[in-house]
């Protein structure tokens, strides 16, 4: 352990009922937690969603709708010891109780906050709240760290390691923009060289405070047995646009609003292009121009027109994904799997729900899935997903529309590049590599313009297979199920898994002196 976390030495055990139930790799994550305890430090347990397990101690709840109840709860627990489990809207509404009690302060030995990139925008009253409240000990559970840029990851060790990274313009100047301009695609080697020194030192100075373990990490035991954790495998299916979602992209790029995009921000553009890829009929009135508004309205009449029987067949056949999605499906239920359907809108689950009825395919929307009665389909939200929600029965899941930051103002074919770019930023800050970059933030005029290559051919697809392809090994059960997928009419696979294995070359000082 590094020389910051020096401490006293005590030590502790574990009961044994508790011990024996653990995985390796959580008893290395609790003799981490202890030794920041013995520093008297807090830090970040970032682990891939799904490793940690929690054990019951003597707990009270201090949330509900009587204010009395609560207070009494937490009275109880400050005077008999114990642990207070609650809500972040609970603390924001009564941070003064949980700092004064009697007037008089409470300091708390622990603050340990699970899904805690919450509080990744510290201007909100709900970060303000819990920065108010004084705790010996700050803990950060999060298997997400960064979700959209490296001041995420600044507002976590703002929380429970305050002094480690400075101000928030301190860490700007000194780390996020020298590293932010070393990954540009055009960066020059100097610059590049600069940003790989600067992630360095971040990682170096954030390592003795941050654990994460990735569940490819930890299948294995350390006598070599198979672990708890069942193995996954992340696929990213390529589609073609279908005739009828081609005729909106085109008309769309050709359209006024995106001819004066240079007048105007970008982000309204990439969102139409965003739901012309995943469904025509997501666009609004307050989303595009009079001619899309039209195109969308007769869409609407033809489907409605359409004979009974032919309805479903006309209606999947608008999107690539819904019709792909049910296509996998009508293979993934008959083979007795169970999935999750992820969308980020309520709007696209409805058109799934839709195509779902049509073809008799039973489903749940956020509730009874996890009792393992009912249907073998579940369609919730991104957001729902995200928040700490424990959906084991499942066996396959499907994202029909990954999530990307509009804010970056990247965003290439399904988008996807935006996931590569915050992907590759988290390696850069946490790991010790620097990702290959894959495009620049020129590459934004390449969107508003139609592929030179045609709508069946993604370049970003060609990239990565030509950068990866030859890493990939597959047991016989994935190689089969993507020989099925080539059989739907994609335009390809890609391995999500190995989109972050090459790191890109970066001269250090003395070889970038040398080439002078």
């Not at 359209?255 to 012309?276: C, D, E, G």
Request: aromatic share 8%; charged share 25%.
């Amino acid at each position: 352990m590094d020389d910051n976390l020096t401490g006293p030495k005590s030590e502790y055990q574990l009961p044994g009922k508790i011990a024996k139930k653990l995985c390796a790799h959580q008893v290395d994550g609790l003799k981490w937690l202890w030794s920041l305890h013995c520093a008297g430090k807090g830090g970040i347990l970032g682990d891939d969603m799904g490793l940690e397990i929690l054990r019951h101690h003597f707990v009270c709840r201090y949330y509900g709708t009587c204010p009395k109840a609560r207070q009494d709860r937490l009275q109880y627990v400050l005077q008999e010891k114990g642990i207070l489990l609650t809500t972040y809207d609970i603390v924001r509404n009564n941070s003064k109780s949980l700092r004064e009690l009697d007037e008089d302060s409470i300091t708390w030995d622990y603050m340990i906050l699970d899904e805690g990139h919450i509080i990744k925008n510290p201007s909100t009253q709900r970060a303000k709240s819990l920065l108010e409240i004084p705790a010996a000990h700050r803990i950060v559970v999060s298997g997400t760290p960064i979700q959209n840029n490296l001041r995420d990851l600044w507002a976590l060790f703002n929380f429970c390691c305050p002094e480690l990274l400075g101000d928030n313009k301190v860490f700007k100047e000194k780390y996020e923009n020298p590293i932010l301009r070393g990954n540009e695609k055009k960066a020059s080697d100097e610059e590049k060289r600069f940003g790989s020194d600067v992630a360095k030192e971040l990682r170096e100075c954030i390592q003795p405070f941050f654990l994460r373990r990735l569940k490819s990490e930890v299948f294995l035991e350390d006598d070599g047995e198979v672990a708890k954790l069942s193995k996954k495998s992340e696929l990213i299916v390529w589609l073609r646009l279908t005739d009828c979602q081609q005729r909106f992209y085109k008309v769309f790029l050709n359209s006024a609003m995106v001819l004066s995009s240079f007048y105007r921000s970008p982000l309204p553009l990439l969102t139409n292009l965003k739901k012309i890829c995943d469904h025509p009929l997501l666009l609004t009135k307050g989303d595009a121009e009079d001619v899309l508004e039209g195109m969308a309205e007769k869409l609407v009449m033809h489907i409605a027109d359409g004979e009974r029987d032919k309805f479903q067949e006309t209606r999947d056949g608008i999107s690539c994904k819904i019709s792909f999605t049910m296509s996998l499906l009508d293979n993934l239920i008959r083979d007795g799997h169970s999935v999750l359907i992820f969308s980020q809108t309520r709007k696209m689950l409805d058109l799934i729900q839709d195509s779902l009825l049509s073809r008799g395919h039973e489903y749940l929307r956020l509730m009874n899935f996890q009792k393992g009665t009912g249907a073998p389909i579940f369609l919730l939200t991104s957001q729902v997903g995200g928040q700490g929600l424990t959906l084991t029965r499942a066996d396959r899941v499907i994202v029909v529309d990954p999530a990307w930051n509009p804010s970056l103002m990247l965003l290439l074919a399904y988008s996807l590049e935006g996931k590569i770019f915050k992907g590759g930023l988290f390696k850069t800050a946490t790991e010790h590599k620097e990702q290959i970059r894959y495009f620049s933030k020129r590459d934004l005029k390449e969107i508003f313009s139609l592929p030179t290559e045609g709508f069946d051919i993604s370049p970003t697809q060609q990239q990565l297979n030509k950068e990866h392809d030859h890493q990939v090994k597959m047991d016989e059960s994935l190689r089969s199920h993507i020989e099925f997928l080539n059989t739907l009419g994609i335009a390809g696979v890609s391995h999500h898994s190995l989109l972050y294995s090459k790191t890109a070359p970066v001269q250090d000082a003395d070889e970038e002196m040398e080439g002078r």
